[in-house]
């Protein structure tokens, strides 16, 4: 099992670019979660779906869509980025929601 | 306000020395907490839970209730625990939404 997967690892964007962050699991896990990562600020709950086709938001939504078409993916969509979404994105999953499996991380600079 | 602190950012310790790390939560109902760890260059990973009552890599929590606490302990700290650590509360109704403090470093000197 290849767990959580990201991509990119690190992306460089300017104002008002977009850009899609990929997520996948390969533990047929329902819930799937998008953090981004400050410093000073721990981990801050983006989006969420329990399943395929249900999608919420969380802590801090905007800026950022999200869909989930497949139990397997949930990408994390940048509309126009902007300075303040420069931070390390976290993607995870759980069968349970209990224990929550998490990707490597994307490095995003947006200057 | 942030439900869940951890007044420390960085806590730093002598190798053999006793470690706790502090975390405070803020929560109505019935709270699912947990530890989380970040090892330099690797994933965030579960270190325990508290309905679990587990002791992990020597690391063992005590939710307290009536302090809306639960510290992280470890009687004898070693160089390899340096690392982030996360509390985390669970809310929602499937515990789906999780909310995490912001963070200590540890940092065990040799």
């Known amino acids: 099992n290849a767990g959580v997967t990201q991509t990119p690892k690190f992306q460089v964007l300017k104002t008002g670019q977009s850009m899609t962050l990929q997520c996948a699991q390969d533990?047929?896990?329902?819930?799937m979660s998008w953090y981004r990562q400050d410093p000073g600020m721990g981990l801050r709950l983006i989006h969420y779906?329990?399943?395929?086709?249900?999608?919420d938001q969380g802590e801090v939504p905007n800026g950022y869509n999200v869909s989930r078409s497949t139990t397997e993916d949930f990408p994390l969509r940048l509309l126009s980025a902007a300075p303040s979404q420069t931070s390390v994105y976290f993607c995870?999953?759980?069968?349970?929601?209990?224990?929550?499996?998490f990707g490597p991380g994307t490095r995003l600079t947006v200057t | 306000a942030q439900r869940v602190t951890q007044p420390e950012k960085l806590l730093s310790v002598f190798k053999g020395a006793p470690v706790e790390l502090k975390c405070n939560y803020s929560?109505?109902?019935?709270?699912?907490l947990f530890w989380y760890v970040q090892y330099s260059r690797q994933r965030l990973q579960l270190l325990l839970r508290?309905?679990s009552r587990e002791s992990i890599k020597g690391f063992t929590a005590d939710l307290n209730k009536g302090e809306t606490s639960f510290h992280l302990k470890k009687p004898f700290a070693q160089e390899e625990d340096s690392a982030m650590y996360y509390c985390?509360?669970?809310?929602?109704?499937?515990?789906?939404?999780?909310?995490f403090g912001p963070g200590t470093r540890l940092s065990v000197l040799p």
């Open positions: 995870a999953s759980s069968e349970t929601s209990y224990e929550q499996y």
């Open positions: 533990m047929n896990h329902e819930y």
């Open positions: 779906s329990v399943g395929a086709g249900i999608t």
């Open positions: 929560y109505s109902g019935s709270p699912e």
């Open positions: 508290h309905i």
């Open positions: 985390a509360l669970g809310e929602g109704d499937y515990g789906q939404n999780f909310v």
